[in-house]
Structure formats: structure tokens, C-alpha cells
């Protein structure tokens, strides 16, 4: 009933939950407390399939709810302790962390506690009483690639292109190395998410992002010239395409990315579509321009609270 009324609240029919649960075009994850398996792994999969009558049918039909893909995980411990919602140690809501934190940076950091097969402990640093003012607070590092690294490099193909070649996108040839390149990036992420590895998904996206930047900024010296840039600037475009991509099921924040660039969404973040050249994705009737960005004008944003402390410091 909740959800129905909060898929109304934003304009959606109630019923389009179905999309997700109902379609065999979908498959729904589920990552679940080891603990809580025996009821998730068998009794909720027997509901599921009673919902269709006396006479079910295996793989259920499409239209009908489907089973669901289990992925069990181990502990996530609140500061090194066990704590729950019916023990004496209770962790704080969802809704009190999204004070201090962005939905982003909390799932850039819980997919790199390699859950699947470690227990881990979460320590935000606002909870910690321990914690020393100068101390890093560990729930945002992973963040950082999207609000640091990866803000940089949009920034910076976004600002040159809009001062040499008036927010155009040149229309130049990419290199067969940096084709490659991004081809071994997807099919390493592509491998590691399939064996829900998702900690070293993680790791392939955070080098290739990072090796975005050392590109650039290696290259740039050089592109002396209109034509070199025009080169450097649709190598850089390919590298973006991939990353934005790879980092779609991670962040929101990539839909923006992907209109401000100008791409097709229903072919930028289709894997039918991820070998291709960036040229193929994007949108025509935008004739190659790029959104303006203004200055200081940011993608992936820290939480509103970090920023304040930054500014205070």
C-alpha cells in the first residue's frame, strides 16, 4: 500500500512495480543476510509461484510474478558490533545516515566491502565517538571517484570543447588503442559483475576513471594544434562513454552526464551498443553540442552537510 501511494506521489500508475517484478524482461536482485535465506531462498520463492493459482508453472510466465535472484552476503557490522533493529545496539535509520551522506556515496562504499564474503563493519564518522577531527571519514572515499576524479575530466572535455570549438564536439578519429582499452575495461567489469565480484567491478571502473585523467592531462601537452585536440578531445569523449556507462547501475548521476553531452539514452546505456564509438550513441538532432556547463557547476555532488565542513576548515 505504501509503495503504491509513493508511485503515485510521483506520477507514476500504481501498478508499475510490475515492470520490475512482473516482467521477464527484468531480473530482480536480492541481497540478503546469509541468516535470512531459509525463508527468502525457499518460502518467499513458493509465495511467488502460488500467485498464480492451483497450477502454477516453471519459469513463471511473463505478466506473473518472477522468482528472484538470491545473493546472500555476510554481516554488515555498526561499529564493529552486531546491532539490529530487535537488539540492544540498534543502527540508526536509512533516512538519519542521509544527513550526513549522498545515496551515491553510500553505495560506492558498501560495494566495496566485498559483502558476498566478508563481514565488515560500517563506521560513519559523524556516529564516531572515537573519531578525531582530521581523521578521513571512510563511508565517503569511494565517493570520491565520482565527486573528484570523475567531476574533473567532465569538467575539463566540457570547458575545453566550449573554448576551442564552441561547445561543438569535433568530429575525429578515435585510436584503435584507446578502443581497446576500453573494450578490456568492459569485459573485465562485465566478467566480475556476472560473478558478483562487485568489489573488484568496482576497482575496474575506479582505474579506468582515474586513467581518464593521467590521459588527458599527458596528451594535452601536445594537442598544439586544432586537429591534435579535435583527437585528443573524441579519445577522451570514448573513455567518458564507457565510464558513464559501466557506471550506470552505481549512480544516477550518469542520466545528467548523458544529456548534457547529448547522447541517446536508449543507445548510450545499452550493451548492444558498448563496443561502438561514442558518435554511434549520441542524440543527431543535436548536431554534436554539448549542454553548456557553467563554472563550478558540478555532476556528482558531496553531501550538503561535507561541504559545509569544508568550507569551515
Given at each position: 500500500m505504501l509503495f503504491r501511494s509513493y508511485l503515485e506521489s510521483v506520477g507514476k500508475p500504481d501498478d508499475e512495480w510490475k515492470k520490475f517484478w512482473c516482467s521477464k524482461d527484468a531480473e530482480v536482485f536480492q541481497f540478503i543476510g546469509e541468516d535470512n535465506i531459509n525463508f527468502y531462498g525457499h518460502a518467499q520463492q513458493a509465495i511467488w509461484l502460488s500467485m498464480q493459482g492451483k497450477l502454477p508453472t516453471f519459469p513463471a510466465p511473463d505478466g506473473e510474478l518472477q522468482t528472484t535472484t538470491i545473493v546472500p552476503i555476510k554481516y554488515l557490522l555498526w561499529m564493529n558490533t552486531m546491532a539490529s533493529s530487535s537488539g540492544k545496539i540498534k543502527p540508526p535509520f536509512a533516512k538519519e545516515l542521509l544527513n550526513y551522506y549522498t545515496p551515491d556515496q553510500f553505495r560506492?562504499?558498501?560495494?566495496?566491502?566485498?559483502?558476498?564474503?566478508?563481514?565488515?563493519?560500517?563506521?560513519?564518522?559523524?556516529?564516531?565517538?572515537?573519531?578525531?577531527?582530521?581523521?578521513?571519514?571512510?563511508?565517503?572515499?569511494?565517493?570520491?571517484?565520482?565527486?573528484?576524479?570523475?567531476?574533473?575530466?567532465?569538467?575539463?572535455?566540457?570547458?575545453?570543447?566550449?573554448?576551442?570549438?564552441?561547445?561543438?564536439?569535433p568530429n575525429a578519429d578515435i585510436d584503435d588503442s584507446i578502443m581497446e582499452e576500453c573494450k578490456t575495461a568492459i569485459l573485465n567489469y562485465e566478467r566480475l559483475m556476472y560473478e558478483r565480484k562487485f568489489h573488484m567491478a568496482l576497482n575496474v571502473v575506479d582505474v579506468f576513471v582515474r586513467n581518464i585523467n593521467k590521459y588527458w592531462v599527458r596528451e594535452v601537452k601536445n594537442a598544439n594544434t586544432p586537429d591534435l585536440l579535435a583527437k585528443l578531445t573524441a579519445n577522451t569523449m570514448q573513455q567518458i562513454f564507457v565510464a558513464n556507462i559501466l557506471l550506470h547501475p552505481i549512480t544516477a548521476g550518469t542520466e545528467n552526464v548523458a544529456d548534457y553531452i547529448g547522447f541517446d539514452k536508449e543507445k548510450c546505456?545499452?550493451?548492444?551498443?558498448?563496443?561502438?564509438?561514442?558518435?554511434?550513441?549520441?542524440?543527431?538532432?543535436?548536431?554534436?553540442?554539448?549542454?553548456?556547463?557553467?563554472?563550478?557547476e558540478d555532476f556528482f555532488r558531496k553531501h550538503i552537510s561535507q561541504l559545509e565542513a569544508l568550507n569551515n576548515n
Open positions: 560506492m562504499h558498501f560495494l566495496a566491502m566485498n559483502l558476498g564474503n566478508n563481514s565488515a563493519s560500517f563506521n560513519p564518522k559523524p556516529y564516531n565517538k572515537n573519531a578525531k577531527e582530521e581523521d578521513i571519514d571512510p563511508v565517503t572515499i569511494e565517493g570520491n571517484l565520482l565527486t573528484n576524479v570523475y567531476n574533473r575530466i567532465l569538467r575539463t572535455i566540457f570547458y575545453s570543447t566550449q573554448n576551442n570549438f564552441n561547445g561543438v564536439l546505456f545499452s550493451w548492444e551498443y558498448i563496443f561502438n564509438k561514442f558518435y554511434d550513441c549520441l542524440d543527431t538532432s543535436r548536431n554534436l553540442k554539448l549542454t553548456t556547463l557553467k563554472e563550478k
